[in-house]
């Protein structure tokens, strides 16, 4: 058997692939495109493509696929054999540079928030050789980015690759202006934990909210939710371990560096970690994660759901996006070293991220804004809609310094004592971790908490390279015109502090007083997704992305339509859903159960005249009353439905009025059925109970 080393990245053309592979000038040319962002040469174009079929095929493979993420969230694929006829009735197996660099999918079916007309069907595909190629089943999969005939961006990719490059020019600018000219290249670097629910297979097709949606629509809470705090970091089932240890190996094959696999806070959660990467790198990723945690659980009976808030009452399930910035000398700039007091160039790219997340509160909020995150944010289980900045006390304190003037006294680092001579003794940190802060520093990096199982990450860290990059750009606007450095950089840092604090909170996120003092403080609330994009197109944004040729004002007004179509059509589907589910199970299933208890009431009746039957009726008045109930809020969404899906009117007035009428009418019919179900024989509800869900596995 081949030890880990040995199998890991098997699958994919990584550099000791190429170095194998290619000739050695193409080889260089190539490493010198991924590693300084070169351009390449369109001329070894062709040798590269030559190798990567050769390698692919000596795997197995037929096929080739120009593999992209166009704006549904997830990835898109079309695959195409090697065969090219030849003489004699005969085939070759062929790959060119030009089916390489450039793939024509028909765009017509992708959402373009209305950049493209259905009838502009051209799109393209263009090779991002950034990310390496990899092997899945028969096919060579190469990553590329996806744009429309007129070059507008289609896709999440070509938004990220920008932002990664504006981020590093930004950063190296800065450096520059500190005097270091040893580093020729920043990346941003990029870590995300994803959290995710394996149910049994069996009981999920019996439940068609979590076949058409993702989440359970109706479902009264279990005697026994998460309140024993039992499942965290418990002992991994077998069965499940079995699916972790899958899982594991397949992604070593793809070169993802899965770490951690760990249960999670609600049952039936678990969470995987990867050993962070580039931020390119890091996407693809956790779109190939995603993807193989639904293959691998299908393997072992499971279903993997990766739905924000499958349960109601458990917690729901998020990603915790870590990010950082690195030189190519491997250098991590937000490393505060032993004495952060003194080191400028720490505080300076921390100061950055401060403002940057001050000034731009919005576009983070936005770039974790859907339909299923919706029920997250704000709930007491994780960050709420408010974004603000955990430092812990000890940075803070320094900042504070700075801005008063005043000098700062060094914390000592405490030992901690086991009391027990064979432990060891270890130096307690000098903050303590603050687990509900939207965006934390942990040490050397920032961790933003606030997105949603589902969420392809590029969204999230084009907005933060984005809006990091523009703070560098105005530092180093101000010191390379300065000439007393120095001082340029304590009024750097002063000013932040002295005009950003309000976005920095040590405390509890989850509590209700904050709520009251970041409004206090004038931070943003945007509770829901509607809100929230509706503040896309602001004035600054357009500015922002404009000078940082991101996206233009198409682009962003696209996007934004797009997002908000997918936010409706996602509650649209879910209210019929619902409609479908209380009318022909749930209404039938309680009337079944009130018509039997009925039938046993006159059984009673004619056995022998005085045996009680209060209970019973009892119990059929009470089940009554609901039903009709029930029948009226069925009624009253139908009605919803069919008024938001008559009205015309822009995405957002769609969005908003599906946020106000539809859901809230959904949540008192799930009211209302769960109270049935609790009081309903469970042989006859339609459906498998939380309970088994959850703890039967
Ligand atoms: P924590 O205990 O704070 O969750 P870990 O060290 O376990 O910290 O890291 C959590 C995640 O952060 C991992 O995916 C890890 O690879 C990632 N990470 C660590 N350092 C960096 C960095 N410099 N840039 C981006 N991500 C990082
Ligand atoms: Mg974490």
Redesign the pocket.
């Known amino acids: 058997m081949k030890t880990i080393p040995e199998f890991f990245g098997c699958m994919v053309f990584n550099d000791e692939a190429m170095k194998k592979h290619l000739p050695t000038d193409v080889y260089i040319n190539l490493k010198k495109t991924i590693e300084n962002g070169d351009h390449l040469d369109s001329s070894v174009a062709n040798e590269v493509a030559n190798a990567m079929k050769e390698w692919a095929m000596s795997l197995g493979c037929t096929h080739y696929t120009h593999w992209f993420q166009p704006m549904t969230g997830i990835t898109a694929e079309k695959h195409d054999s090697f065969i090219t006829p030849a003489d004699g009735g005969k085939v070759l197996m062929e790959f060119s540079g030009k089916e390489l660099i450039k793939g024509e999918p028909d765009a017509s079916s992708f959402p373009s928030g209305g950049i493209r007309a259905t009838f502009e069907a051209r799109g393209y595909t263009a090779w991002d050789p950034t990310s390496y190629a990899f092997v899945m089943g028969n096919t060579l999969y190469i990553p590329t980015v996806f744009c429309s005939y007129t070059g507008a961006v289609l896709d999440k990719k070509t938004p990220l690759l920008r932002s990664m490059e504006r981020i590093s020019e930004e950063a190296l600018r800065l450096l520059r202006a500190l005097g270091r000219e040893d580093v020729s290249h920043v990346f941003a670097?990029?870590?995300?934990?994803q959290e995710y629910f394996l149910i049994d297979k069996d009981m999920y097709t019996l439940r068609r909210d979590l076949m058409y949606t993702g989440r359970t629509l109706f479902g009264a809470r279990p005697p026994k939710g998460q309140e024993m705090d039992d499942h965290y970091f418990g002992a991994i089932k077998p069965r499940v371990a079995a699916f972790m240890e899958e899982l594991d190996k397949e992604l070593w094959k793809l070169g993802v560096y899965a770490?951690?696999e760990h249960n999670e806070v609600a049952p039936c959660q678990h969470e995987l970690?990867?050993?962070?990467t580039t931020c390119n790198l890091a996407t693809d990723h956790n779109q190939l994660t995603m993807e193989i945690m639904k293959t691998v659980a299908q393997r072992h009976g499971f279903v993997c759901l990766l739905h924000e808030k499958p349960f109601e009452g458990v917690n729901g399930s998020g990603k915790?996006n870590?990010?950082?910035l690195?030189t190519n000398t491997g250098e991590?700039l937000?490393k505060p070293g032993k004495k952060p007091f003194e080191n400028k160039q720490f505080l300076l790219f921390l100061c950055a991220v401060i403002k940057a997340v001050d000034e731009y509160q919005d576009l983070l909020r936005i770039s974790v804004a859907t339909a299923g995150n919706d029920h997250r944010l704000g709930a007491h289980e994780a960050p709420p809609a408010i974004m603000s900045v955990f430092l812990g006390e000890e940075l803070e304190d320094i900042l504070h310094a700075y801005a008063t003037g005043t000098e700062y006294e060094a914390v000592k680092k405490a030992k901690i004592a086991m009391g027990a001579t064979v432990l060891p003794e270890f130096k307690r940190d000098t903050t303590d971790?603050n687990r509900t802060s939207p965006i934390a520093f942990?040490?050397?990096?920032f961790?933003f908490r606030s997105l949603g199982s589902a969420l392809n990450i590029a969204c999230p860290n084009i907005m933060i390279n984005t809006i990091v990059a523009e703070q560098l750009s105005l530092f180093s606007d101000i010191l390379e015109k300065s000439d007393n450095k120095d001082e340029a950089i304590n009024k750097i840092i002063a000013d932040v502090y002295n005009n950003h604090h309000r976005i920095i909170f040590n405390g509890n996120n989850y509590a209700e007083e904050w709520l009251q003092e970041a409004e206090a403080r004038g931070l943003m609330n945007l509770k829901t997704m509607p809100d929230a994009m509706e503040h896309y197109s602001d004035e600054k944004n357009v500015k922002l992305f404009d000078k940082h040729k991101i996206f233009n004002a198409d682009e962003i007004r696209a996007r934004c339509e797009i997002q908000l179509e997918s936010y409706s059509k996602t509650i649209n589907i879910e209210a019929l859903t619902m409609l479908d589910m209380a009318r022909k199970d749930i209404f039938p299933a309680v009337s079944k159960f009130v018509g039997d208890l009925s039938k046993s009431v006159l059984n009673k009746k004619n056995l022998c005249a005085d045996l009680p039957f209060e209970a019973e009726m009892k119990l059929i008045k009470k089940l009554s009353a609901l039903l009709e109930k029930f029948d009226i809020l069925v009624d009253e969404l139908q009605t919803a439905e069919d008024k938001v899906r008559s009205l015309k009117g822009d995405a957002l007035t769609i969005a908003r009025m599906y946020c106000s009428d539809v859901l809230t009418v959904m949540s008192k019919l799930r009211r209302v059925s769960d109270e049935m179900e609790q009081l309903t024989a469970a042989d006859y509800w339609p459906y498998p109970s939380y309970g088994r869900l959850l703890f039967t596995m």
Not at 189 to 193: D, L, P
Not at 273 to 276: D, E, K, L, R, T
């Open positions: 670097t990029v870590g995300a934990e770490k951690t970690a990867p050993i962070f915790h870590n990010w950082a690195s991590n937000f971790r942990t040490g050397n990096k961790e």
